[in-house]
Every structure is written in C-alpha cells, then in structure tokens.
C-alpha cells in the first residue's frame, strides 16, 4: 500500500484525524471531518494547538500528552470540544504518539458523540422506572437509530460481550465484530426491523465477545421513539441462553450416546439369540424323534420372535420403542414361512395400530402372537379348505391395550382347563399375560380367538 492509499483514507475517514508536532505542539495535518468537527476552515489549523479546542486549561491539556508519553503510548476519553464561536460540544478523545523517522508526532482522533449525551441524559432524566429498565437492568440493554448509530449500550451489554460504547459506535462495528461471518444475514434482520412498527424477535443465535467466547443470544427488538431530527430509535434487549443451550446440548449429547448403548445392547442381545438359534439347530440334527426335533423347532421360533425384535430396535430411529405394527407383520410373515410354507388357502388378516411399545411390551405379547398363530397353523386347520387368521391390536385413549388373535377353525379341545392349559404354547400365553398384568379371555365356539387386555 503506497502513501497515496493513506492519504486517501486520512481524507475520507468519518472521525476527524489531526496530526500534532510533538516538540512545538502545532497541528501538522488535519483532515475534513476535524475541520468541520471544531468548525474552522483548514487553513486556520495549523496556526492553532488541541488547547484552542480542548475546554481544558493549558495543564489539562498537557496531561493529556504526557498520559500518552508515559503510559501505553495511547490516552483514550471524553472532552469537551469548543468549536468556532465558542459552542462546547462532547467528544470522544484518542491521542496516540507515534513515531515518524527521528520525529515524535501525537495523532488525534475525535468523534462528536453529543447526540449520544444528549439521549442519555434525557433517558436518566425520564424516570427512576426508565433508567432501571435500561442502565440497571439485568439484562443486555442497547438503543440505536435507524440509520444504525448506537446512542446507549448499558454495563450489562459490556459486561457480558466486552464491547464499550467507545467498541461500537454503530450497529455496522456490532454487527461485524460480534456476528463474522454471519452478518449478511443479520443485516437483513436489522433490515426488515427498520421497515416494521412492531417487535422482532431472533433466536439463538451466536454472538462472539472481544476475548473470542462464543455466547447464545436471544434478541427481541422494537421502536422506541425518536431522536431530536426524527430518525426513529430501537430498543434491542438481549437474552443470554448459553447455559441453557449448553446444558440442552449436552442432554442430547447424553441422549445420542444412551441411544448408542442401546443399539449396541440389542446387537449383542440380537447376536447371542442368533447364536442360540444356531445351537438349538445343530443339535436338532442329532434328534431321531420327531416330536423332540418339532420341540427344538418351536424354541428356535420362539427366540427368532424375540430377535426380531432387537434386530428392529438396532436400525430404528428410537432404540427403547418399536414400531408394533412393522414388528407383528414381520414375524406373522416369518412364522407362516416356518409352519405353512403353502399359503395358497391361508387368509391373514391384521388390523395393527401404528404404535410405539416398549421392550417391555413388545416381547410378550410377540410371542403371544408366536405361540397363537403357530398353534393355528399346526392345529386349527385339519380339515379347512380356506383358513383364517386374524389379528388386532389397539390402545384406547385410557391407555388400555388390547390383543385380540383368532382363526376360523376346529378351535381348542373340549374341556381344556386354561387355568392350568396342558400345552406349553397355550402355558406360555397365560404367563406372558400375567407378565404383562393383563386378562386373557378364549371367545366364541367357532375357531379359537383369544383375547388379552392389559395397561401399559
């Protein structure tokens, strides 16, 4: 960048800029918006000092100079500027040393920030009610124009994000310092506020402090009136939700690795069945009695019923529910490809509610469907042409379950105590009824329909 580039942006820059010698104290260099700051034609300036604009005594002033050669180079404040004719207006003050080849020169730079001063003071003077809705409250208070100049931003604001009113005299500086790479989209927020007559509110969204924190915000803005030339005023009232949203992530982050322990259970509960299964059919190989092989047969069913149902569980998006309705027509599809491969004259008939159950519901009453069509398959349909199979499930608004499976054929023997059945599928359904504290009743002459009610 050549020196042309720097002058360019000495003559352009909105504050106004003045170079002082540092040995006899004479403006050297003086840009338009200091010229017109203090109200002087240039050629004036630099027969003049910072005393002739400065309401302080020439000891004041002098003090000034000294803080910036023997502090950190820098004095940074708000003065009282006298312009031409003797007005007295309130700047904000930066005078830096800096060094030019064997040359010590001050570089001055003021802001008018009377209009600030002037809204403040009539907001301290609105009301105790006013001023403790703004300076005292609790929360990150700001008030700015339309044009984007911030006139007021309360101690909570800088406490919290570590801007000073002196850090953002516009919402452009905010913007760009707290939102980066986001401020497009919040200039287009800032946009339509300007274009409304009522509040906006934004959530959530991320404002980076001085020391580089990233903070949660929520923001609620609205008119506030206007300035003495009528531009309009807004009130922005920040939310800080960090904590909350912190807490809320780490829930879900606690959530997503309990999900992950949980699949990972229904894997390993689904591999050990699987293993079991394996077991139980390699040892039926060795049975030369039917009636044990069909034994072993039905306790392999019976633990496929149950690894479906982890097996569903691995690949849901919730690993504590399953889906009922997807689960009961994939193991009535299973156990019909086990029992009756020839579905020809078989009818099925399931009116299954979409419902979430739980593990703890889900197992028995799998396997009460397990043990009541499989027993259909074997048993009810000797001499039926064109048999039936029925299955319902449904919860009620009180919560009520209810599962009702029948076919349409001999029904169950004469005289059968279900108190005490002398089968073990039919032992079986008792149980896992009593396991889910419900009722089984056996309806009807024609077929077998049972039917369990229970609470979830």
């Not at 000495?10 to 003086?30: K, N, P, T, W």
């Not at 910072?50 to 002033?61: E, T």
């Not at 040892?283 to 690894?307: C, D, I, T, W």
């Amino acid at each position: 960048m050549n020196e042309n580039f720097f002058q360019t942006v000495f003559e352009q820059a909105a504050e106004g800029i003045v170079l002082i010698d540092g040995a006899s104290r004479y403006l050297l260099e003086a840009n338009k918006a200091f010229a017109e700051l203090v109200g002087y034609p240039e050629e004036l300036l630099f027969s003049m000092t910072l005393n002739d604009f400065i309401d302080l005594s020439p000891v004041g002033v002098e003090r000034l100079y000294n803080q910036a050669l023997t502090g950190k180079g820098q004095y940074v404040g708000e003065v009282k500027c006298r312009r031409q004719g003797g007005t007295l207006i309130d700047v904000e003050l930066r005078l830096s040393l800096i060094h030019y080849g064997e040359k010590e020169l001050f570089c001055v730079f003021m802001r008018d920030i009377t209009m600030y001063r002037r809204v403040e003071k009539d907001l301290l003077e609105a009301g105790g009610r006013f001023r403790q809705a703004v300076f005292a409250a609790p929360l990150p208070i700001m008030i700015h124009a339309e044009d984007g100049l911030v006139v007021v931003v309360n101690s909570e604001w800088t406490k919290r994000t570590g801007y000073a009113f002196k850090d953002i005299p516009t919402i452009d500086a905010w913007v760009r310092k707290a939102f980066g790479t986001d401020s497009a989209s919040m200039f287009e927020k800032l946009g339509f506020l300007y274009k409304t007559e009522t509040a906006c509110t934004y959530e959530d969204l991320s404002v980076t402090t001085s020391n580089g924190e990233k903070l949660v915000w929520n923001f609620c803005s609205a008119p506030a009136g206007t300035l003495p030339d009528e531009r309009r005023l807004f009130i922005t009232i920040a939310m800080d939700v960090t904590a909350g949203k912190r807490t809320e992530n780490d829930l879900k982050a606690a959530l997503r690795e309990k999900d992950n322990m949980l699949r990972e259970v229904h894997l390993r509960a689904k591999n050990n069945m699987q293993v079991i299964m394996s077991l139980l059919n390699l040892q039926s190989r060795y049975l030369n009695n039917p009636g044990a092989q069909e034994f072993f047969k039905e306790s392999q069913e019976r633990v496929r019923a149950m690894v479906l149902i982890h097996e569903m569980l691995c690949n849901s998006g919730n690993p504590a529910r399953i889906d009922f309705n997807e689960y009961a027509r994939s193991l009535v599809g299973g156990i019909i490809s086990a029992y009756s491969p020839n579905q020809s004259n078989l009818q099925v008939e399931m009116r299954i509610s979409r419902i979430a159950v739980s593990l703890e519901i889900a197992v028995p009453c799998g396997l009460i469907i397990h043990e009541l069509v499989s027993n259909s398959l074997k048993h009810g349909f000797p001499d039926v042409k064109n048999g039936m199979i029925s299955i319902d499930f449904d919860c009620d608004e009180a919560g009520l379950y209810t599962l009702v499976v029948g076919d349409n054929g001999i029904g169950l023997p004469r005289g059968l105590d279900m108190e005490a059945p002398a089968t073990l599928g039919l032992s079986l359904v008792t149980t896992l009824a009593k396991q889910l504290q419900g009722v089984v009743e056996f309806i009807g002459t024609s077929g077998t329909v049972c039917k369990i009610s229970f609470r979830g």
